[in-house]
């Protein structure tokens, strides 16, 4: 809480089954009156996302998740949550660290400590093997490329 620029007020779309279902028991876990506020929250936030694509601006709006600046499904957020604002690294073999910054609130809190290296490579690697043995047991083969609210619009059409 307290940061101007808050990255859930920012686009991320998610690719993976692994955190659809995630998300979905996060949502599911929510009181009936809570569930039909942040599903009500979506269907607008895919309208003003809509609308941002076709007139080619960048939407900045509250995800449906974020009730009072916190996010209400905490322990089940994507991995694109769990890193924003985080400085870290991408280490190929053979290649220098591709080194990402953290966000602007980091940098003004953090900006004087040293760097602890965190390198993203090794858990793209784990969540892909854990999201190609969910999609052999499941079945599923289709491509995900779903906002939060899309996730949520989704479950309630079920
Ligand atoms: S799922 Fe939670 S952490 Fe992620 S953008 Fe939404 S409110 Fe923020
Ligand atoms: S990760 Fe950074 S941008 Fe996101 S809420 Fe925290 S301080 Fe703000």
């Not at 905490?74 to 953290?102: L, N, T, W």
């Not at 043995?133 to 289709?142: D, P, Y």
Request: net charge negative; hydrophobic share 35%; glycine share 6%.
């Amino acid at each position: 809480m307290g940061c101007e620029d808050n990255c859930c007020k920012s686009v991320f779309f998610h690719h993976t089954l692994l955190e659809y279902i995630l998300l979905y028991k996060g949502y599911s876990a929510l009181d009936a009156d809570l569930k039909k506020q942040v599903s009500e929250k979506s269907v607008n936030y895919i309208k003003l996302h809509k609308d941002s694509m076709e007139s080619s601006t960048t939407l900045k709006s509250w995800c449906p998740m974020n009730v009072n600046g916190k996010c209400i499904a905490y322990d089940c957020r994507p991995m694109i949550c769990r890193f924003h604002g985080i400085p870290s690294q991408v280490s190929k073999p053979g290649a220098e660290p591709v080194i990402s910054p953290g966000c602007g609130e980091f940098d003004i809190q953090c900006s004087g400590m040293d760097y602890v290296v965190f390198d993203r490579l090794p858990v793209y690697g784990e969540l892909a093997q854990l999201e190609k043995k969910l999609r052999e047991h499941t079945g599923f083969n289709s491509r995900i490329k779903m906002t939060i609210a899309e996730m949520i619009a989704d479950y309630e059409a079920d």
